[in-house]
């Protein structure tokens, strides 16, 4: 997992060496302050008590030394703000490069993952919530860059610490250094221990927190149902029995992930005191001077910090670890629907077969058994049946939503899996009863059918689908804003807007799917007058339960359990007094009985 993070920061080598450079920079200039204790003790103790260091302190020390006690330590506090001042650029450089390269490689991320979810087949979407995918683009990419930032930029930034601090303590005194080494194993193995845990709670955490997105995704799409039930307790207390169980998994893995840098100062606290004892005796007997003593237990003391930076580091990496598993779930998906076609479909000439296609969403209980079908173009073929009969996922067939488990779909004689998926969609429109509109304006959600489509051509949208007048009403015409899924318009509006757009995009197929039947009487008559201009000259296939609209259709299929039991125009079905005349029956007989009414 670790390696396939390390694939996005290596997208930027150039920044990363310049950040390791000035981590190197900062690091050093952090271990020259701990350098500047022999100075010190030498300017306030003598010279008597302090060792010869690295040739650079030699210099510093030289210039010190010139002059009386006051003026080497003014000398000496001069040296010390000297080295801050250096160091202070760049530690603001470290902190731009790393955020920069923090918020370059989640970005990379994100939109990886959204568009691996825009190229991922509906069956994909159909089988996964989407409370679950948005907890995986919002919450699961915060985790990552959260992890990357202190999992990974400081991490590295405190390893280089951790040299810089090792190495004047080995420098200082190689047998406290030792001890110190044989000590180090212990924190190690409880980091370890430790973190492994850290990183299985908190893909629990994950799952149960998309778990939280999905209920409250739920509820605000279903908010009208709720409340006409009156189920609003009921949802409060479901969110709030999973909210309970998140909240107290969350404060068991942060106790446990707090317990890495408790553990790391206790231990450190330990060796500090062994270096002590040690550190005196070593003294006593004139085998260390006290200024190398004092630069050991200065770097050993220095090295807290990074040493549990380091800690809580591997805990949030291992934090990010899960969130990027979870991630690359959906960038390293395998597709139902696989685009392998190398032709392209450039026109539809004859017909459209279904040979023996059998279909199932969970390869169980089949939806579909041995569909046996022709489209003709021209032509308008209307599909009819009880609700799950497997009619919309007949249709969904066409433009390969779905894959058949076994059997062929054809278009003039080739398989549809030949063909590109592109140019395949290219020929064929959609109008659902559920239509999906976008937060944005009239405008663009009509253009989204061709967006290089010209002025005059969407006006001609405008008019063919009977939008003209509902616009002109408007103060801001096609401009206006229609809200999330269009909800500040009506069902009638929504789906006229649908009609334009699928205008635009002028495909040879046409797909309706229950497009009408939530409409009050009059959105209905100018949604059928729409449709009515939409599918002139075009090939036409519609799911209507109303069969009265499906009456005129040239040809009209029954399906009932995934198959075909009746086919024929209006009147050769009622004549063979099936399913068909019984729906047609039921339906008339209702309509009655609302007319006496």
């Known amino acids: 997992m670790l390696k396939k993070l390390g694939g996005y920061l290596f997208k930027y080598k150039s920044l990363l060496c310049s950040l390791i450079i000035v981590m190197a920079i900062v690091a050093i200039f952090s271990g020259f302050t701990i350098g500047m204790i022999t100075p010190i003790v030498s300017a306030i103790f003598g010279k008597s008590n302090v060792s010869k260091g690295p040739w650079i302190l030699q210099w510093l020390f030289n210039w010190i030394e010139e002059g009386n006690r006051m003026d080497s330590l003014v000398k000496l506090a001069i040296s010390i703000v000297l080295i801050y001042g250096i160091k202070a650029p760049f530690s603001l450089l470290l902190y731009y490069l790393s955020d920069t390269l923090e918020q370059k490689t989640i970005s990379d991320i994100r939109v990886d993952m959204f568009g691996k979810l825009t190229t991922l087949s509906y069956r994909f979407h159909s089988k996964i919530k989407s409370g679950e995918l948005l907890s995986k683009i919002t919450n699961d990419t915060e985790k990552i860059r959260f992890a990357l930032k202190r999992g990974v930029i400081d991490l590295a930034r405190n390893l280089f610490l951790l040299l810089v601090y090792f190495g004047l303590a080995l420098w200082a005194s190689w047998r406290l250094f030792l001890i110190s080494i044989v000590l180090t194993p212990m924190t190690l193995l409880i980091i370890q221990f430790i973190g492994k845990r850290v990183r299985g709670k908190f893909t629990t955490l994950r799952k149960q927190r998309a778990f939280l997105n999905t209920i409250a995704s739920e509820m605000l799409q279903g908010i009208k149902i709720i409340k006409s039930f009156g189920m609003e307790h009921y949802e409060l207390k479901r969110f709030e029995e999973e909210s309970t169980n998140y909240r107290k998994n969350y404060v068991k893995s942060n106790l446990l992930k707090g317990f890495l840098p408790i553990s790391s100062e206790f231990l450190g606290s330990f060796l500090v005191g062994v270096i002590l004892v040690v550190g005196g005796i070593l003294i006593f007997r004139g085998i260390i001077t006290p200024d190398k003593f004092l630069i050991f237990l200065g770097s050993a003391v220095m090295l807290q910090q990074p040493a549990r930076q380091i800690n809580l580091a591997y805990g949030d990496l291992q934090h990010g670890l899960a969130s990027m598993e979870s991630v690359l779930e959906v960038i390293e998906a395998e597709d139902y629907i696989r685009d392998n076609g190398r032709l392209k479909l450039d026109s539809f000439e004859k017909v459209f077969t279904f040979s023996n296609v059998f279909f199932s969403y969970d390869r169980a209980e089949p939806i579909l058994n041995g569909i046996n079908l022709e489209i003709t173009k021209g032509g308008t073929l209307a599909i009819v049946g009880p609700s799950g009969a497997g009619k919309t996922t007949l249709v969904n067939l066409i433009p390969r939503f779905f894959d058949p488990l076994r059997g062929k779909i054809k278009v003039d004689g080739r398989d549809i899996r030949d063909f590109t998926l592109s140019s395949l969609r290219a020929k064929i429109g959609i109008v659902t009863q559920d239509v999906i509109l976008f937060n944005d304006s009239i405008r663009n959600n009509i253009l989204y059918g061709r967006p290089e489509a010209s002025a005059d051509e969407l006006n001609d949208a405008l008019k063919k689908s009977n939008l003209k007048d509902f616009v002109n009403r408007l103060p801001d015409g096609l401009d206006t804003e229609i809200g999330e899924r269009g909800g500040r318009i009506s069902g009638g509006e929504r789906q006229r807007i649908a009609i334009a757009r699928?205008?635009?995009?002028?495909?040879?197929?046409?797909?309706?799917?229950?497009?009408?039947?939530?409409?009050?009487?009059?959105?209905?008559?100018?949604?059928?007058?729409?449709?009515?201009?939409?599918?002139?000259?075009?090939?036409?296939?519609?799911?209507?339960?109303?069969?009265?609209?499906?009456?005129?259709?040239?040809?009209?299929?029954?399906?009932?359990?995934?198959?075909?039991?009746?086919?024929?125009?209006?009147?050769?079905?009622?004549?063979?007094?099936?399913?068909?005349?019984?729906?047609?029956?039921?339906?008339?007989?209702?309509?009655?009985?609302q007319d006496i009414s």
């Open 502 to 593: 699928v205008i635009l995009k002028n495909p040879p197929i046409m797909i309706l799917d229950e497009a009408t039947s939530s409409l009050d009487a009059e959105s209905e008559r100018l949604v059928q007058d729409a449709m009515s201009k939409l599918l002139r000259g075009r090939t036409a296939i519609i799911i209507a339960h109303r069969l009265s609209t499906v009456r005129n259709a040239d040809r009209i299929i029954v399906l009932e359990n995934g198959k075909i039991i009746e086919e024929g125009d209006h009147n050769e079905l009622l004549r063979k007094r099936g399913l068909y005349k019984r729906l047609y029956d039921l339906q008339f007989k209702v309509v009655n009985s």
